[in-house]
């Protein structure tokens, strides 16, 4: 039995049908089980990190569990919901872990880099098995714009001159069931990408053109950005560490070369993400 965490998200869900596609026994982990949407043969199970007592009963009897959570930089003084979640495997004796983390992982010292150093460490001490994926940015992020797309053809967005080398999460979800359900990626890191390094005004550019809509960028300036993390709860020194990723650091748009090579293939395009999920934005 494998456990998918956040089941329902960008990643989880496209990780649970394709396991669910392979034959693969899945229990999939939500805050909602009775709401999930999930594929025929996806068994839902109540799970919450920020809530530990409910996990063992996720975890009872599962070999292998694919890690993700969604709990904000700084939201506490360490990744409390990757700390359970770990403890929770460990206890069930799990063997395989599969973490979901971010490009560069712990690298460096700020309090992002602190943070998902701690997150890493505790998944690597708790099963003989693991692999670590961290992608960039994510082709879905584009999701964030339907509700403006809604009432027009603008769209505000910050950073919109920044390039990334965006990743689907569709391309990660079939790198995280080979790690999943193959030895081939014991002790692994991963540091994944998509195939092209595009600003979000590209990105939008080409959304319009499969839309068949001129969509245009509102720009953001830096501190009406800065603001709107502080207002989201965003601690200072986590806000000043995302400004300094940001605006004085251009790591995320490489083009690396990992997931053609584990998926034997080319990642796919922003334009081919765009075109899966029109509909979201129609």
């Given at each position: 039995?494998?456990?998918?965490?956040?089941?329902?998200?960008?990643?989880?869900?496209?990780?649970?049908?394709?396991?669910?596609?392979?034959?693969?026994p899945v229990r999939a982990m939500t805050?909602?089980?009775?709401?999930?949407?999930?594929?025929?043969?996806?068994?839902?199970?109540?799970?919450?990190?920020?809530?530990?007592?409910?996990?063992?009963?996720?975890?009872?009897?599962?070999?292998?569990?694919?890690?993700?959570?969604?709990?904000?930089?700084?939201?506490?003084?360490?990744?409390?919901?990757?700390?359970?979640?770990?403890?929770?495997?460990?206890?069930?004796?799990?063997?395989?872990?599969?973490?979901?983390?971010?490009?560069?992982?712990?690298?460096?010292?700020?309090?992002?880099?602190?943070?998902?150093?701690?997150?890493?460490?505790?998944?690597?001490?708790?099963?003989?098995?693991?692999?670590?994926?961290?992608?960039?940015?994510?082709?879905?992020?584009?999701?964030?714009?339907?509700?403006?797309?809604?009432?027009?053809?603008?769209?505000?967005?910050?950073?919109?001159?920044?390039?990334?080398?965006?990743?689907?999460?569709?391309?990660?979800?079939?790198?995280?069931?080979?790690?999943?359900?193959?030895?081939?990626?014991?002790?692994?890191?991963?540091?994944?990408?998509?195939?092209?390094?595009?600003?979000?005004?590209?990105?939008?550019?080409?959304?319009?053109?499969?839309?068949?809509?001129?969509?245009?960028?509102?720009?953001?300036?830096?501190?009406?950005?800065?603001?709107?993390?502080?207002?989201?709860?965003?601690?200072?020194?986590?806000?000043?560490?995302?400004?300094?990723?940001?605006?004085?650091?251009?790591?995320?748009?490489?083009?690396?070369?990992?997931?053609?090579?584990?998926?034997?293939?080319?990642?796919?395009?922003?334009?081919?993400?765009?075109?899966?999920?029109?509909?979201?934005?129609?």
């Amino acid at each position: 039995m494998i456990l998918v965490t956040g089941a329902t998200g960008h990643v989880g869900s496209e990780l649970v049908r394709r396991l669910v596609a392979s034959g693969v026994p899945v229990r999939a982990m939500t805050r909602r089980p009775d709401e999930a949407r999930l594929p025929a043969g996806a068994r839902p199970v109540y799970g919450d990190a920020g809530d530990p007592a409910s996990l063992p009963a996720a975890f009872a009897g599962v070999s292998a569990a694919f890690l993700m959570s969604a709990q904000p930089v700084g939201a506490a003084p360490a990744p409390t919901h990757d700390l359970a979640l770990a403890e929770a495997a460990r206890q069930a004796g799990v063997r395989r872990l599969v973490k979901l983390s971010v490009l560069d992982g712990g690298a460096g010292s700020d309090p992002i880099a602190r943070w998902h150093a701690a997150a890493e460490a505790a998944v690597i001490a708790t099963a003989p098995v693991w692999t670590l994926l961290r992608p960039g940015r994510f082709m879905s992020n584009a999701l964030q714009w339907a509700g403006q797309l809604s009432a027009g053809d603008e769209v505000a967005i910050p950073f919109a001159d920044r390039p990334a080398a965006s990743i689907d999460p569709a391309d990660l979800a079939e790198i995280a069931a080979l790690a999943l359900t193959t030895d081939e990626h014991t002790g692994t890191t991963y540091e994944l990408s998509g195939p092209e390094a595009l600003t979000p005004t590209q990105e939008l550019a080409l959304l319009g053109q499969v839309l068949g809509r001129d969509l245009r960028v509102r720009p953001v300036p830096p501190e009406a950005a800065r603001a709107g993390m502080a207002r989201y709860g965003f601690p200072p020194e986590v806000v000043d560490a995302i400004m300094h990723r940001t605006l004085d650091d251009d790591r995320g748009a490489d083009v690396l070369p990992t997931a053609a090579k584990v998926l034997g293939r080319p990642p796919r395009t922003f334009a081919q993400w765009a075109r899966t999920h029109a509909a979201a934005f129609r």
